[in-house]
Structures are given as C-alpha cells and as structure tokens.
C-alpha cells in the first residue's frame, strides 16, 4: 500500500487516475446512483454470471467481488475505479508524458459511448472492466519487461474468459507501439523483438484461454451456445476465410460512417475531420523528420501495421459469421482517439523550438478532443435519460396489464398464463425521443423493456410485487399459431385477454 500511495503520488499515475474518476464521475454519476434497467437486467436481477457456455469462463469470478445482485452504485462505482487504473497503464503503455495528455487520454475512456453502453448492464458492467483492464495489462507487461509476454498470455487469457471482444484493445494497443516504434526509426531489432514478444503473447494468449475453456466445457458438463455463433470459435472453414476478411473490412468503415459514434451531427464530423487528418499529417512528418522513411523496411512495417488495423478491430469477426459487432464489442476504436492524441503530444514535442506555433497547436488539439469527450458525455446522459423513459413507460404499461389481468373473470392466484407478442405498436406508437442518438447504442436503445414472458414476470415480480405463472415454450409457440390467437385482438383491447381449458392467454401484439 505504501508503494501504491508513492506511485499514486507521482503525477504520471495521479493525474491520469484522478482525471478519469472524475471524468467518469460526472458522466455516469446518474447512471450509478439511480436504478435504470435495461432489457436484459429484468432477468438478472440476481445472476451467478456462469457465462461459460458463452466462453466467458472468467467472467463468474471477475463479477463475483461485487456478488451476484445488481448493485448499481457498488458495481458502478468500481466499474468507473477499474476505468481509471485503464487510464493509467494505457497513459504508462505510451509513455505519455505532457499534463495535457494525462487528462485527454482518461477523459476519451471515462466517455467513450461504449462505456455507457457497457453501464446499462449494470449487473455485468464490473466484470466487464475488469476484463478491459486485463486486456490492456497484457500489452502493458508484454512492452515493459523482456519477459512479460508469458505474463501477458495469462492475462489475456483471462480477459478473454471475462469478455471475448476485448482482445481487439490489445491487438490495436501492440500495434500503435510498434508504428510509433518506426515512425521514431527505432533500431529494426527493437522493433522485431516487440513484434515478436506481441505475437507470443497473442497466441499464447488465445491458446490458453481455448484450453481453460475446453476444461470448464467438461467439468461441468456443458457445449458452447450458438448465441453469436461462440460455438463456431476455433472452427475454421478456410473458403470462408476471404469473405469474413473483407466483412471485417466493410464494417470498419462501415461503423466510422454510419456507427453514430464518430459523426453523429455536424458537431463531431468537424472534430473528426481536423483530427483524423492532422493524425495522418503528422505520422509521415515525423516519419519524415525522424528521417524514417531512408529505410524501405519501416515503410513496409508502417503500411502493414496501418492495414492490419481493421483486422485487428473486428477479429471476432474472423472467429465467426453469425457474430453481430455491437457497441459493447468497440470499446476497441477509443484506442484510435487515444493515439491520435499521443501522435498530436509527439509531434509537439518534436518542434518544441518553434513556441508561438507550438502554443496555438496545442489549444487547438485540447479543445478539439475535449470537445469530442463532451460530444461523448452528452451521448452517455441522452442513453441514461432514455433508460428512464423505458422505465417508466414499461411501469405505466405493466401496472395497466396487471389490472386487467387481476380484473379478468376466472382469474386466481398461479393461474397459468401465456403472454403471447411483444408491446403492440398499433395501441402504443412510438415513443422514443433518442433514436437519433441511442439506435446504435446497444442496451440503451428502444421504447420498452420488454419482449419475452420471463421479462413480464420478472419486471412485476420486482417492481410490481406481484408473481404471476408465465408460462414459456410449447405453449406461447402452439398459441401463437392458434385459430384463436388470430382471432383475438391486441391489449389493451377487450378482447386481448381470455381463459381458455384453465390458462389465461394474453394477446399483446
């Protein structure tokens, strides 16, 4: 603890950790100290999080600090902790050394939209984090020391059995290394020898954690879920290989145009626009003034790096063709921000002679990230404000729905009842204000919180207090393509509601 005080001390770790609690406080402080569910959390309100049929086979241990229930503000609150120790090993990783930077690198992480995405499961949001940490650790250890690779294939492992996706924080980590490596014309052994060492760590990394998953599988007697095609991870089809490869590639620059994140108003494309192309400017100005570019190898180095990136962006991609990139598997793309701003701290760095300039240079790069951040910021509270209007709008709609049902004749105590359809958007239009904003923003997004019988049993068994027998399988299916379901009409009408051989059948949409 002594030595963890005097490091905290030193403002290379203090400000990085101190900027994202705070950040990271005030952007997601509503989030944490008030309860707004998501879809998925009407289900876990009490969850083991036993995810290793979905590989995650870290995850039960990575949550368990916190227990199993879903504690909003203690989960919340180390998610944003576990946050700021990523600032400071990220800022460390790059040897980060200006106070400008030790603020905007935490700033893009405490704000980054899929944090806030990762926030709506609070139940899990924790774990999540942890497994970030993890993730980044491995590139950190892998960098600094001449043997930290074998380390950084522990912890890899162990961030992938936590949250697979992941992986992709470390792969672009070890890839900006090694492009600022030769942009600063580093000797070619050094940069092999760091090449080398990220590969080891890598595959030892994934082969470690596909054997302690093959374990956890036969121990407890179970097969991985289809859910994302995990069950497809480690099968190879090799004529696939080309397809997924350009998918991989037509979703990177898919999501940097049509992701709501990066240009989502005329706001953020400005932003974009200065910073991507002054990014691009001042690699090949350093490469240029480093007096990189005499050499044919950093050139290939460099280019390859460049275009292995949206490999290495969307490699779960390459583990599957049914796998759906959502925002809670890019948390991978605040690493292009944060280089960008560790390039814009070297270049500065690098005509420190030239003062005047140099000054307007680096207002102009705070004020264009920290109005990224506050872009992000913004985006994080219209999600959370938009969890509130799904809350209340389901609470609305439960209490109506259990009234009738309590006031439908016949009714009793543990009837059986079949809950067939989701909200109908006939009786209850549209409501969403945030779709501009939220669409792309999985977790947070939608108008309701409910599509499934458990989720109405489980949002008024806890918020209702009411138990009700919700039946699932072979009954909701069998009702659906009754004679009868057609015939009945959707609630709130009259006829949405009728017993039938003692169960309730309810007509929803």
């Known amino acids: 603890m002594e030595k963890l005080f005097t490091k905290l001390k030193e403002e290379q770790y203090k400000v990085p950790f101190v900027s994202a609690l705070v950040i990271g406080l005030i952007t997601h402080m509503v989030m944490i100290v008030n309860k707004y569910p998501n879809i998925d959390s009407m289900t876990n309100f009490y969850f083991d ?28 609150l180390l998610a944003i902790i576990l946050i700021s120790i990523c600032a ?11 106070k400008y930077s030790l ?12 944090v806030a995405a990762t926030m709506s499961y609070m139940y899990t949001v924790d774990g999540y984090m942890l497994g970030l940490l993890l993730a980044i650790l491995a590139a950190y250890v892998s960098r600094k020391y001449k043997f930290g690779f074998f380390a ?17 924080v470390t792969i672009l980590l070890c890839l900006f290394d090694i492009v600022f490596a030769v942009i600063n014309n580093d000797d070619i052994f050094d940069v092999w020898n760091k090449g080398f060492k990220y590969l080891m760590m890598g595959i030892g990394g994934g082969t470690l954690y596909f054997g302690i998953l093959k374990i956890c599988l036969a121990v407890q007697h179970k097969e991985l879920d289809t859910y994302q095609g995990i069950n497809e ?28 994140i990066f240009v989502n108003n005329i706001f953020t494309m400005v932003i974009m626009s200065i910073i991507v192309s002054s990014a691009i400017v ?48 890019r948390m991978q793309w605040e690493v292009y921000i944060i280089a960008m701003v560790v390039i814009a701290e070297r270049t500065l760095a690098a005509f420190e002679t030239v003062k005047d300039k140099l000054n307007i240079a680096k207002t102009i790069t705070v004020v264009l990230i920290a109005g990224l951040c506050y872009n992000f ?26 009234d009738r049902i309590e006031n439908t ?92 051989n003692g169960i309730m059948f309810i007509k929803l949409e």
């Open 49 to 76: 999080q036993n995810m290793v049929t979905s590989g995650r086979w870290f995850l039960m241990i990575a949550c368990g600090f916190s227990t199993f229930y879903d504690l909003n503000f203690v989960n919340g």
């Open 88 to 98: 400071v090993y990220v800022t460390r990783f790059f040897d980060v050394k200006k």
């Open 103 to 114: 603020i905007l690198i935490p700033a893009v992480m405490a704000t980054f939209p899929a």
């Open 152 to 168: 950084g294939m522990v912890l890899l492992a162990f961030s992938m059995g936590t949250y697979q996706a992941y992986v992709s």
């Open 233 to 260: 991870m480690g099968k190879f089809n090799p004529a696939m290989i080309p397809e997924r490869i350009a998918h991989m590639y037509t979703d990177f620059g898919a999501f940097i145009f049509k992701g709501r």
């Open 282 to 329: 001042a690699i090949f100005v350093l490469f240029a003034k480093n007096k990189a570019f005499k050499k044919w190898y950093n050139w290939f180095i460099l280019l390859l790096c460049i275009g292995l990136m949206p490999f290495g962006t969307n490699i779960m991609l390459m583990m599957s063709s049914k796998v759906e990139y959502h925002l809670l598997m």
């Open 377 to 402: 910021l913004l985006m994080d509270n219209i999600a959370y404000f938009n969890l509130q209007q799904q809350y209340e709008k389901t609470y609305a709609y439960c209490v109506r729905l259990l």
């Open 409 to 500: 004749d016949g009714y009793y105590q543990g009837i059986p009842i079949c809950l067939v359809g989701e909200v109908s958007k006939t009786s209850y239009p549209k409501t969403e204000l945030t779709a501009d904003v939220t669409e792309k923003m999985r977790g947070t997004d939608g108008d309701f919180l409910l599509y499934r019988g458990e989720q109405y049993e489980e949002f008024m068994k806890n918020y209702l207090g009411a138990t009700l027998n919700i039946l699932t399988g072979d009954y909701v299916t069998d009702m659906y393509y009754s004679e009868e379901y057609a015939e009945m009409t959707s609630f709130p009408d009259k006829g949405s509601i009728k017993i039938v």
